[in-house]
Nanobody, 134 residues
Framework: QLQLVESGGGLVQPGGSLRLSCAAS????????IGWFRQAPGKEREGISC????????DYAVSVKGRFTIARDNAKNTVYLQMNSLKPEDTGVYFC???????????????????????????WGQGTQVTVSS
């Protein structure tokens, strides 16, 4: 059974950097698309980045494109989110999640919700707090 644990969050000043980790146990992450999501105070949860199971294709929300980078390390069974040039509006709880069906679909990972209003991801971590403040 797949379990995900996020780490690397904390307090950072505007313009600083953090690297979040999503570590898996039970199942190899190479068979799953992995998404990073965040929920800021007073806002709905949003997808910010994902990496596909086939071909390591990636996608990013417009708000983080050019500043954040998602990557896999299959040897460590971990997916990372490198966050640079952080802004106060990046503050929130960051979650990683796994989509078990992406490899079968053979398509790019999916950040938006489906037409029914749900994300396609099946497994979720507990989240890690990121606070960007001076």
């Amino acid at each position: 059974q797949l379990q995900l644990v996020e780490s690397g969050g904390g307090l950072v000043q505007p313009g600083g950097s953090l690297r979040l980790s999503c570590a898996a146990s039970g199942v190899s992450l190479q068979y799953y698309a992995i998404g990073w999501f965040r929920q800021a105070p007073g806002k709905e949860r949003e997808g910010i980045s994902c990496i596909s199971a086939p071909g390591d294709g990636t996608d990013y929300a417009v708000s983080v494109k050019g500043r954040f980078t998602i990557a896999r390390d299959n040897a460590k069974n971990t997916v990372y989110l490198q966050m640079n040039s952080l802004k106060p509006e990046d503050t929130g709880v960051y979650f990683c999640a796994a989509d078990a069906d992406n490899l079968v679909r053979g398509s790019l990972c999916v950040l938006p919700k489906t037409a029914s209003g749900e994300y396609v991801y099946d497994y979720w971590g507990q989240g890690t707090q990121v606070t960007v403040s001076s």
